[in-house]
């Protein structure tokens, strides 16, 4: 499913990296404040948390998700661009203005222009493009233990969960919830990080974040708009210290050993 910032290319390393360092067993569930499209989300389902808590601000794609996971949605054969335009002033949450506006639109940038127009002769068929790809998603999402809510991240009160969120990045315009206050989101990530895991996919972060993992990765803005960059996951500094602590530990007892060695051979 294409979808702005959508991070299927990365979300099994990004899963992989989070269940190793915040496994299921020292956590009481997973969740998401900033879903998308699930790139990161239908990874972790399998991962045997306790439950799991899929959230964004955007009601049309919540609404889709609600709908798919419960095996109501259903998709037209095709979507016009008179059809999509209507679409695109319909009332919300409606799901099928989700399936217009993010996967039938350029770079999954929601109403950003119908983008079955610009096929030319590459046959593609973007809606088709969409519904394989919800079908991948959709056994992913279907235990009961996986819950879907339209609720902005500053309405939770978390408490030992594990925790990615992956906010619109300050370096990028367009997304569909509006302005996004980028400093109440990091004094929120503060107070979460005190007792629960938290990771955050940005580019950039305050000083007192430390990046966690990283990768190179291909974006896209728009048709005109794409270029590399590298996908960074954040933590609070604390994490920082746990790890250090470990490694120089780790550190201090093999230059021990090493010391021991020396003073066994002299003798």
């Given amino acids: 499913m294409k979808y702005l910032g959508g991070k299927h290319g990365i979300g ?12 299921p067993e020292k956590v009481n569930g997973y969740i998401e404040p900033f879903c998308g499209s699930l790139g990161v989300f239908k990874n972790m389902t399998s991962k045997g948390y306790k439950k799991y808590i899929a959230s964004d ?11 798919i996971q419960s095996n109501k949605l259903k998709i037209p054969n095709e979507i016009s661009e008179e059809m999509y335009n209507k679409l695109k002033t319909a009332k919300s949450p409606n799901a099928l203005r989700a399936v217009a506006g993010f996967g039938l639109s350029f770079g999954g940038k929601f109403f950003a222009g119908y983008a079955q127009k610009w096929a030319g002769n590459s046959g593609r068929n973007f809606l088709n493009e969409f519904k394989n790809s919800i079908e991948k998603i959709k056994p992913h999402i279907q235990s009961n233990n996986i819950h879907f809510y339209n609720k902005s991240y500053a309405d ?39 007792n629960n895991c938290v990771f955050i996919s940005e580019e950039s972060a305050p000083k007192d974040f430390i990046v966690v993992w990283k990768k190179q990765k291909r974006r896209t803005l728009d048709k005109e708009n794409r270029f590399y960059s590298y996908e960074k996951l954040y933590a609070y500094k604390n994490f920082k210290t746990k790890q250090t602590n470990k490694s120089t530990n780790t550190y201090k007892k093999k230059k021990t050993n090493i010391n021991k060695t020396k003073k066994h051979k002299k003798k």
């Fill in 12 to 23: 099994k390393l990004l899963a992989e990296f989070m269940m190793k360092n915040c496994p």
């Fill in 156 to 194: 939770y009160n978390p408490s030992n969960m594990l925790i990615y969120c992956d906010p619109p990045y300050k370096s990028t315009e367009g997304y569909s919830t509006g302005d996004f206050d980028h400093e109440l989101f990091w004094e929120t990530m503060r107070k979460w990080s005190k």
């Fill in 57 to 67: 601000f955007q009601p049309d794609l919540i609404e889709m998700w609600k709908k």
